[in-house]
């Protein structure tokens, strides 16, 4: 007889659960489009391009091109893999066109701080503000952008869309004055709008302390707390997505209480696309909630388990 191996009780639990997930949609798989159903985001998390398992990557990008009933994909920055150099960008460009979905695009720290080439350890070095100002200007002519921070109207909801495009200083996902001054205006001008922020770095404090940079002033959103007192002052925003910690689905950081920023904004991690397994969130915005659902790219099939339904302002 063969030998008889006897699983983990999670493991089952996770694949029947994606069997459910898998079945209970056809052609989708995340819930077919009913009366109700309005529109559909699907969230890239730091590609860095072209960067390792590179085959993995492109699967992923032919699965959520297969998709029927996405109204935006939105890629979370560190977009390049490195320093955002002229053939990390022209490959980027190549990468994503196979995807007739609307792309829209947010500066990480990859993609504009550094100099191209590293220093004599292997090490990045922070590029000086002329550098950092071409690298942006080249982000935004190689995604055919007017600006690096604007916004957008999607059915019932505002979608704000925040680059990391600081020229002094040493942290890695900080917005400039003028960034920050220009979200103030539109948060002010939108106060009855459920408004949905996306990001390069997530928000402080919505993490548990698994890593040294969890949490850590170079790895959250900064001005933090600029940002902790516009969003105190804006209780229309609901829901943050983000990437830069290349948080797995597998961590208990993924979809926990904790990822909710001062009891009122709840903070979307993505994993990295530079690994074996990875995981898209989809987010379905419906009037007054937004469903986030989790498809598992390794197992190929959606994550009932780490379905969470966020409250939005009707």
Excluded at 82 to 95: S, V
Excluded at 240 to 255: I, L
Aim: glycine share 8%.
């Amino acid at each position: 007889m063969g030998r008889i191996v006897l699983l983990p009780i999670r493991v089952w639990l996770i694949a029947l659960l994606v069997l459910i997930g898998t079945l209970s949609a056809p052609g989708f798989g995340v819930g077919a489009p009913g009366p109700e159903r309005s529109y559909r985001i699907a969230l890239i998390g730091d590609p860095h391009l072209p960067g390792t398992y590179l085959a993995s990557k492109e699967a992923l990008i032919r699965t959520v091109g297969g998709w029927e009933g996405i109204d935006r994909v939105i890629v979370l920055g560190d977009i390049c893999d490195r320093a955002g150099t002229a053939a990390e960008y022209a490959f980027a460009k190549a990468f994503f066109a196979p995807l007739l979905q609307p792309l829209r695009f947010v500066v990480g720290n990859h993609d504009y701080f550094y100099e191209d080439e590293p220093n004599f350890r292997g090490r990045l070095v922070e590029a000086p503000p002329e550098v950092r100002r071409m690298k942006l200007a080249r982000f935004a002519e190689t995604f055919g952008l007017k600006r690096l921070y604007f916004e957008e109207r999607l059915g019932d909801y505002l979608l704000v869309y925040l680059s990391a495009d600081e020229l002094h200083g040493s942290l890695l996902a900080q917005f400039s004055k003028e960034q920050m001054d220009w979200f103030e205006n539109v948060l002010a001008r939108n106060r009855t709008v459920p408004t949905l922020v996306f990001a390069h770095a997530p928000l402080a404090g919505t993490l548990h302390a698994y890593h040294e940079h969890a949490n850590a002033p170079s790895f959250v959103a900064q001005p933090a707390e600029s940002l902790r007192e516009l969003i105190l002052a804006n209780p229309q925003i609901v829901l943050w997505a983000a990437g830069h910690m290349h948080v797995p689905a597998t961590n208990e950081s993924y979809a926990a209480p904790v990822n909710q920023y001062e009891g009122r904004v709840m903070t979307i991690h993505n994993s990295n696309l530079g690994r074996k397994r990875s995981w898209t969130n989809v987010l379905d915005l419906y009037p007054g909630r937004v469903v986030v659902r989790t498809y598992d790219h390794g197992l190929k099939g959606w994550r009932p388990d780490l379905e969470r339904t966020i409250p939005a302002p009707p």
